[in-house]
């Protein structure tokens, strides 16, 4: 879905309560200028950001919904709304200063439709420190009518005095009754909606981006690998090169987070009926066999701590970054000292 036909998509179904409690702000003319959406990865708020701004900047809303019919609405789908402004990184994995200096410098013109104007910055998480600052006096100097709208799936990277002059939503996780009937009008029928609902940790977006036949042959791949190095039958650099990929980097990361939570949450309840990875029950077990309750712990930790690396802006070495952890899983698995 391209960034454009998020507006057009409108709310998604899981969106009410966050939907309600801005429509009477809106009502009551009392909506504030910054606004920060939180919440994990692919549950649309993102989706919410840009159906709200097309709500802003359109002629005639209805019932809380862009008309889609205005010419707002019309350049607002198209992606040339002038009254619209998307921040994001470009160039590299961050928003900089320049970023925002174009901003404070837009957020001060007079719209030029003659109505709102709104800014949409995502991941808000992936300003620096000079950015950052430099989009407080944004936040605490709103030009009239204009409305600053920060998405981010990690709140606790944000500066605490960029958080603390936004309003603050939170988006949870859908239910299983309000994600699945969503999902499926958008996947194969075929697909068993709900083991892969589980896998994405409830993430609905997640599902219809990524959760295709090639993720589970993927995953599959990842599954073989870490078998091989957990019995000693592949190294820990021949792994990670199989593994290593520059189109889904932090998919590895996700991967081995959710084997090994199956693990654990298997070891402390003595059971397989919590299992996130249902179909993969033997490979779980051969885990759990291998690995105490504190190596898995500090393994999700290192694995945590790779995920965030690999996410963040310090443009790491992937393929060490990979290697240093599989190389951890090894020595893990045979049960030496750190």
């Given at each position: 879905m391209s960034e454009p036909e998020f507006a057009k998509a409108g709310y998604?179904?899981?969106?009410?309560?966050?939907?309600?409690?801005?429509?009477?702000?809106?009502?009551?003319?009392?909506?504030?200028?910054?606004?920060?959406?939180?919440?994990?990865?692919?549950i649309g708020k993102k989706n919410f950001a840009f159906a709200l701004g097309a709500q802003l900047l359109c002629s005639h809303p209805d019932s809380g919904n862009a008309c889609n019919q205005c010419s707002s609405c019309h350049l607002v789908n198209a992606g040339t709304h002038p009254d619209l402004r998307l921040v994001h990184p470009e160039d590299s994995r961050l928003i900089v200063i320049?970023?925002?200096?174009?901003?404070?410098?837009?957020?001060v013109q007079t719209a030029q439709q003659g109505g709102r104007k709104v800014s949409i910055l995502y991941p808000a998480e992936q300003m620096n420190?000079?950015?950052?600052?430099?989009?407080?006096?944004?936040?605490?100097e709103p030009g009239a009518d204009t409305f600053l709208i920060l998405v981010t799936d990690q709140p606790g990277r944000l500066l605490p005095t960029v958080r603390s002059?936004?309003?603050?939503?939170?988006?949870?996780?859908?239910?299983?009754?309000?994600?699945?009937?969503?999902?499926?009008?958008?996947?194969?029928?075929?697909?068993?909606?709900?083991?892969l609902l589980a896998m994405a940790a409830g993430a609905p977006?997640?599902?219809?981006?990524?959760?295709?036949?090639?993720?589970?042959?993927?995953?599959?791949?990842?599954?073989?690998?870490?078998?091989?190095?957990?019995?000693?039958?592949?190294?820990?650099?021949?792994?990670?090169a199989s593994l290593l990929s520059k189109?889904?980097?932090?998919?590895?990361?996700?991967?081995?987070?959710?084997?090994?939570?199956?693990?654990?949450r298997t070891s402390l309840c003595s059971t397989n009926n919590t299992l996130i990875n249902k179909d993969l029950e033997t490979f779980i077990n051969l885990i759990c066999s291998n690995f105490d309750r504190t190596a898995m712990l500090l393994f999700i930790e290192c694995v945590n701590m790779s995920r965030?690396?690999?996410?963040?802006?310090?443009?790491?070495?992937?393929?060490?970054?990979?290697?240093?952890?599989?190389?951890?899983?090894?020595?893990?698995?045979?049960?030496?000292?750190?």
């Open positions: 998604l179904p899981w969106q009410q309560p966050q939907k309600e409690r801005l429509q009477l702000q809106i009502a009551a003319d009392r909506l504030p200028h910054a606004l920060l959406f939180s919440g994990i990865k692919d320049e970023q925002i200096r174009h901003l404070t410098e837009w957020v420190i000079q950015s950052a600052n430099a989009l407080l006096k944004c936040l605490e002059r936004c309003q603050r939503i939170e988006f949870q996780v859908p239910s299983e009754e309000e994600a699945i009937p969503w999902l499926q009008s958008r996947t194969d029928s075929g697909a068993d909606i709900s083991s977006l997640k599902v219809v981006n990524q959760f295709d036949e090639d993720y589970l042959s993927r995953r599959a791949r990842i599954v073989g690998e870490i078998d091989g190095l957990i019995m000693g039958k592949v190294t820990a650099v021949s792994a990670a189109d889904y980097p932090v998919e590895i990361y996700d991967a081995l987070y959710g084997f090994f939570a199956d693990a654990l965030r690396a690999i996410s963040g802006s310090s443009n790491p070495n992937s393929q060490l970054l990979l290697e240093s952890l599989l190389i951890k899983l090894a020595e893990l698995a045979d049960g030496r000292e750190e």
